[in-house]
Structure formats: C-alpha cells, structure tokens
C-alpha cells in the first residue's frame, strides 16, 4: 500500500462524521518531505470549528495510522478567531 493509500485509509475512519456535519476532506498532494496537504470541504471548509477539527480529528488520525508523515496541513483552512 502506498503513501496516499495509507493517509486515504486513515481518512476513512474518520470522513463519516465530517459528512455527517456537511462536510469531507480530500487529499490535495503528499510532499516529497511527507506533508499531507488536504482541503477542507463543504462546511469544513468555513465552520469556526474547522480548525479544531483538523488538529483534534484529522491531523491526530493521520499520524497516529501513517507515522511517517511529518506534518498534516489543510490549504485552504479559515485561521482560528
């Protein structure tokens, strides 16, 4: 199993409660350094609680399944307030 393979898989644990808030996440490119840059979709990509989400739930479930990734960013993520 490749790299996309591995974070896609990690993301499939948990996608379900992102689509069940109206959202989902898509992988945009894995760096040659191991940087997983995602965007955020439909309401993940303008909810306040984005960015928890993407540190408590999407960062946390891609390093804990893929440990080589070094860091996990989303591109298009609305900055905290």
């Known amino acids: 199993m490749n790299l996309t393979e591995?974070?896609?898989?990690?993301?499939?644990t948990i996608r379900p409660y992102?689509?069940?808030d109206g959202?989902?996440?898509?992988?945009?490119e894995i760096t040659s350094d191991k940087v997983v840059k995602?965007?955020?979709?439909?309401?993940?990509?303008s909810c306040k609680m984005s960015f928890?989400?993407?540190k408590a739930g999407?960062?946390?479930?891609i390093m804990k399944a893929v440990p080589e990734i070094t860091s996990v960013v989303a591109i298009n993520l609305a900055e905290p307030v």
Do not use: S
Request: with cysteine.
């Open 6 to 12: 591995q974070v896609e898989q990690a993301l499939e």
């Open 18 to 20: 992102l689509i069940a």
């Open 23 to 28: 959202g989902d996440v898509a992988i945009d």
């Open 38 to 45: 995602l965007k955020l979709l439909g309401n993940c990509g």
């Open 52 to 54: 928890m989400t993407m």
């Open 58 to 61: 999407i960062e946390q479930a």
